[in-house]
């Protein structure tokens, strides 16, 4: 089984409904992050959390919302989806040295 | 300037051959320094580490010039399954780890 799931792994929605991506780890790690990743522009971090009562934004925070309902789980929301959030979401562990992600959610905002 | 800059080519190179990516990075306190590989439309995923020593694993070798803020990886002959996304990292020190991705250097070997 995978370390870092994430579920949906393929959504497609409508301007202004309101979506959330959920990502589980069995890693046991603390740190947790959401990223997207566009074509040509890399990753790019939306939240982070070091721990459960810990939530900070990252470089692209506006138009996103998390909730890290326990140390597994860290779910990334769209309040109002955009068709410029149409990307790839990834989320993504930190344990000791490197970074495990999960396998992604492409997201279609139409 | 782009925190951590690399070429995004693509690199096209025949198998068997060499071909070498660097990465500059413009955080002179940066700790960490990795490279990861990323297929089309997966995840990424953890290549190597580099140290300041440098560091082989196999046909890759990955070294690191904090003189000049760069590191840099090498595949020696190339094969066909090293097509992909190199993603270069770099992390500040301290227990806050946010780390800054590269957006990526492509590589195609073709037969």
């Known amino acids: 089984d995978a370390d870092v799931t994430q579920t949906p792994r393929n959504r497609i929605t409508k301007t202004g409904k309101r979506i959330m991506l959920e990502c589980s780890q069995t890693?046991?790690?603390?740190?947790m992050y959401w990223y997207r990743q566009d074509p040509g522009l890399g990753l790019r971090l939306i939240y982070y959390?070091?721990?459960?009562?810990?939530?900070n934004k990252g470089e692209i925070s506006d138009g996103y919302s998390v909730s890290r309902q326990a140390q597994a789980k860290f779910s990334l929301s769209l309040e109002s989806a955009i068709p410029n959030q149409t990307a790839l979401y990834f989320c993504?562990?930190?344990?000791?040295?490197?970074?495990?992600f999960g396998p992604g959610t492409r997201l279609t905002v139409l | 300037r782009k925190e951590v800059e690399q070429d995004p080519g693509p690199f096209n190179v025949p198998e068997g051959a060499t071909v070498a990516f660097n990465c500059t990075y413009s955080n002179s306190a940066s700790q960490s320094f990795f490279w990861y590989r990323q297929d089309c439309r997966k995840e990424p995923k953890l290549l190597m580490s580099v140290y300041s020593s440098g560091n082989e694993d196999g046909r890759f070798t990955a070294q690191l010039n904090r003189a000049s803020q760069y590191i840099s990886l090498l595949i020696r002959d190339s094969k066909l399954s090293d097509s992909a996304t190199y993603l270069c990292v770099v992390g500040a020190s301290g227990g806050s780890y946010i780390p800054t991705f590269g957006r990526g250097t492509s590589l195609i070997v073709h037969p």
């Open positions: 959390s070091f721990d459960v009562k810990d939530i």
């Open positions: 890693k046991g790690h603390d740190r």
């Open positions: 993504a562990t930190r344990g000791a040295n490197e970074q495990f």
